[in-house]
C-alpha cells in the first residue's frame, strides 16, 4: 500500500517537482497551496507523513502543524523553511514537528528524511513495549498508547517524540538513562541535529512537571539524564 503524504507548499514550481518526484518513488501525494480547511482535507485523506512550508499565506506552517497534531499526534511532520534562527526551529518542534529541513534542499535528503521518519515512527521502542498501559508518576499519570500525560493542572497531549522520550525515562526512572542510547532508539543516530532536537524536547518535557512536584529530570554532564521519580 503506497504511503501518504500532505503537502502544503504555495510555490507552485517547487511543489510540482516535490510532488512529481514523489510519486514517481511510489508515495501518494495530495498538495495544497495553503493551510486553510486543513481539517477538511484530512478526513477524506488520512497521511502517514505530512510536509509542511512554514511561510504560508493566510495561515503560517506552524499554526497548521498544531491542527495537525491536535487531530492525531502520531503523525509525523517535517517543516520546510529558509528560517534557521533557533526560535524558529523551537517553534516548529513546540507545533508537533518532528524534522526540519532547510531550503533549498536536495530531494535526495528530503526523502532520506521521509523513510527515516516513517521509519521511526512505525517502529516500537523497547520503552514503550516494556511500559505498562498506565504509569502513576505521583500526582501525574503517563498513558503510553494515548499520547497523554495527566497532570493535576489537566491533561497534556503528547507528540509521538514526547510520548518515546518520556516513555525513555520512565523505562530508566530514578536510574541513569545514556544520551547516545535515548538519541538512537527516538531517532536512529546521535547526530548533531538530533542531538539539538532532543534538547528542545527535554525542556519540553521538563517543563510539564510543576516545580515542586517531586518529577525532576536531572542532566547528567556528558552522559545523560537521571529521571527523578520516588
Excluded at 53 to 82: E, K, Q, S, Y
Amino acid at each position: 500500500m503506497k504511503k501518504k503524504v500532505l503537502y502544503i507548499e504555495d510555490e507552485v514550481y517547487l511543489a510540482r517537482i516535490v510532488k512529481d518526484t514523489l510519486e514517481l518513488k511510489g508515495y501518494e501525494v495530495l498538495h495544497k497551496k495553503d493551510g486553510n480547511r486543513i481539517q477538511d482535507a484530512m478526513s477524506g485523506f488520512v497521511p502517514d507523513i505530512c510536509l509542511l512550508d512554514v511561510m504560508l499565506p493566510d495561515v503560517d506552517g506552524f499554526t497548521v502543524g498544531n491542527h495537525i497534531h491536535n487531530i492525531n499526534p502520531r503523525i509525523p511532520i517535517i517543516f520546510l523553511t529558509a528560517k534557521t534562527e533557533t526560535d524558529s526551529i523551537v517553534k516548529g518542534f513546540s507545533s508537533g514537528g518532528t524534522d526540519y529541513l532547510k531550503k533549498p534542499f536536495s530531494m535526495e535528503e528530503l526523502l532520506a528524511r521521509i523513510e527515516n521518519q516513517l521509519k521511526l515512527t512505525h517502529r516500537e521502542t523497547s520503552a514503550t513495549q516494556s511500559l505498562p498501559d498506565e504509569v502513576i508518576l505521583k500526582d501525574y499519570t503517563f498513558y503510553p498508547g494515548r499520547y497523554e500525560l495527566h497532570t493535576p493542572a489537566g491533561v497534556i497531549k503528547l507528540s509521538n517524540r514526547e510520548s518515546q522520550i518520556l516513555g525513555m525515562l520512565c523505562s530508566h526512572a530514578n536510574n541513569p538513562l545514556d544520551r547516545r542510547e535515548l538519541l538512537k532508539i527516538v531517532w536512529g543516530d546521535d547526530s548533531f541535529f538530533n542531538s539539538r532536537n532532543l534538547d528542545v524536547y527535554i525542556r519540553k518535557i521538563r517543563g510539564y512537571f510543576a516545580e515542586g512536584s517531586g518529577i525532576e529530570i536531572v542532566t547528567l554532564k556528558g552522559k545523560g539524564y537521571h529521571f527523578v521519580t520516588a
